[in-house]
Structure formats: C-alpha cells, structure tokens
C-alpha cells in the first residue's frame, strides 16, 4: 500500500470511529489504539509490515481532529 493511500486510510478510519463514538454505536472506553490498528489493518488488508506505519498515521490523524482513545 502506498503512503498516500495508507494516509487516506487512516484518516477516514479516525474520522469513522470518532463519528461512531460521538453518535453512540461505540464505546470510546472499549476502543484502544493496539485493538484499532489491528481491526483498520484486517478490514483494509495493510501488510503487517506496515501495521507501525499504519499506527502512526491513526495516531496523526487523531491529534489533527482533537480526538483521542
């Protein structure tokens, strides 16, 4: 996966969850940031090799929104 792509990845995934959460169909308490790469990373098929890449664009992208876990 491309860098571009796995930045657009995460962003729309932060944005996702954060929508779920504020509209109640998640518990911000249930969710954690090793639980939330794994699930972006099997739903969206990024290699595991770039599972740290993964983390640190969620991890981007929530402090970009004012959103944290």
Do not use: C, Y
């Not at 969850?17 to 990024?46: A, C, Q, W, Y």
């Amino acid at each position: 996966m491309t860098e571009k792509k796995l930045n657009q990845v995460a962003e729309q995934e932060v944005r996702q969850l954060r929508r779920f959460i504020k509209e109640g169909h998640v518990p911000k308490e249930s969710v954690t940031m090793e639980l939330f790469v794994e699930t972006v990373s099997e739903d969206r098929n990024v290699p595991r090799e770039q599972a740290a890449k993964l983390e640190e664009r969620l991890a981007f992208w929530m402090k970009e929104i004012g959103f944290e876990l």
